[in-house]
């Protein structure tokens, strides 16, 4: 049997994937590729996610790509603009027939005598797995698992008599005009569900057991919006990147040398928008610092604006056990409830859950070292895509995917067949620490233990700093004695 071979395999076709095809095609012409995607559409995130208001939580001038301006007024965006953002880009660049769709990554192996990966992928709705073999897999699947959301055990949900529904998946025909909502959680998905969903049900209560930092910023850029009819469009997009690249950078900063100021400072904004007798304290004052978790914004104070209007409330408590007709709580309150959204975050995973094995091997991702976070300490010909956790996801996927394009053409350019990254011995022993460090968001975390561990030096660092991310990436390849870059055929000349 005949087995496909290309030199380059992505896996999704995401906002990343279809970002990093253009890359390939621009700076890699003479590499084929091909695109896996396990499910039936393009968009990934933006396809699968329906919930009511779904939309950006970074600006568009820097969760879109580099090389394609986002046009529209609206930086903040809804979810089917930047699913029709994605979707275009693909059809611009004619990737429709580089896609295999219905085509599920379950698992991948390196052999390093032919210096090539074998996946095993599993073809949806039907029995059949097929195998493709690459010289390079390039994993743009997200860090969180389409099929099953984060479950926090959250007590007799049987109970409940009502509609019970995680956002992740979403019913097309749940109708909750006129309903009694309660949304649990205090994440970006909340956030966003509350004031729509305020708009046509009876009532909307936001159950949370702790605050989060929220901030509220116009849905649209002036300044991006001012350049525009002044400037070409390209140069208006670049110069407002770099402006709120900037600005995303400073503030991350001063969250960790003045946290207290910032802290005030997002206080104040929330004091002003919901008034003096608001209590503040209990509902919007988290425990920790800002940027110790992300951030959540919300456009043109629509939150803020569904609590004044008493369309929606914030409730602070813990859950005691769920009822036939609602959400019992420590406190005694009784949380009526026709709906109950679980807005309770995403259960993430490595690799998209594929097996990823080096001569038969199972890789331990847990027990090896990364790489400028993006690839694995002895795990050849491998990167994996994967964003800021404080900044927008596309700046680190672009500058990845431009990595990727000069290590394959450094490859190309000096006959050579496998790139690994080697910790040289007198490193092993450097002091580890959690993949993303100083981020102790529980999303994260629950999860921490099965990613690469990072040192205290480059290039074994994933730094989530795109400045600096943007230097270390750029440092020559030929000069990187952290990667040894070998040819199959000179290990078979050496093995005759």
Known sequence: MNVEHTDVVIVGAGLSGIGAAYHLREKCPNHEFLILEGRSAIGGTWDLFRYPGIRSDSDMHTLGY??????????????????????????????????????????????????????????????????????????????????????????????????????????????????????????????????????????????????????????EDWFANGLRKLLPHRWAYALTRLRNTRFQELLYKQTRKRPEKVKKMLLDMVRKELGPDYDVDKHFTPSYNPWDQRLCLVPDSDLFNSINNGSATVVTDHIDTFTETGIQLKSG????????????????????????????????????????GLMVSSVPNLV????????????????????????????????????????????????????????????????????????????????????????IFNQALGTDSALQFTSKDTLNRKSA
């Open 66 to 219: 580099s090389f394609k301006p986002w046009e529209s007024a609206k930086a903040i965006a809804d979810g089917p603009s930047i699913l029709d953002y994605v979707r275009k880009t693909a059809t611009e660049n004619k990737f429709a027939d580089k896609i295999r769709f219905n085509h599920k990554l379950t698992s991948a192996n390196w052999d390093s005598e032919t210096h090539r990966w074998t996946l095993s992928i599993a073809k949806a709705n039907t029995d059949e797995t097929i195998e493709i073999t690459c010289n390079f897999l390039y994993m743009c699947s997200g860090y969180y698992s389409y099929d099953q959301a984060h479950d926090p055990g959250l007590p007799a949900t049987d109970t409940f008599k009502g509609t019970l529904v995680h956002p992740q998946f979403w019913p097309e025909d749940l109708n909750y005009e006129g309903k009694k909502v309660v949304v649990i959680g205090s994440g970006a998905t909340a956030v966003t569900l509350v004031p729509s969903m305020a708009e046509k049900a009876a009532s909307v209560t936001m159950l949370q057991r702790s605050p989060t930092y929220i901030v509220s910023r116009p849905s």
């Open 384 to 471: 994996q895509t994967f964003g800021y956790i404080n900044a927008s996801w596309t700046l680190r996927a672009d500058l990845t995917a431009e990595w990727v394009c000069k290590a394959l053409n450094h490859m190309n350019e000096t006959n050579t067949t496998s790139m690994v990254p080697e910790v040289p011995s007198e490193l092993k022993e450097m002091p580890a620490r959690h993949w993303v460090d100083d981020f102790p968001a529980g999303y994260m975390q629950r999860v921490m233990h099965l990613f690469p561990k990072q040192g205290d030096r480059e290039p074994w660092v994933n730094t989530q700093d795109f400045r600096r991310d943007r230097k």
């Open 333 to 372: 309150e009784h949380l009526d409830a026709d709906i109950i959204v679980t807005a309770t975050g995403l259960q993430l995973i490595m690799m998209g859950g594929a097996e990823i094995s080096v001569d038969g091997a199972s890789v331990d991702f847990a027990k090896l070292w990364t790489y400028k």
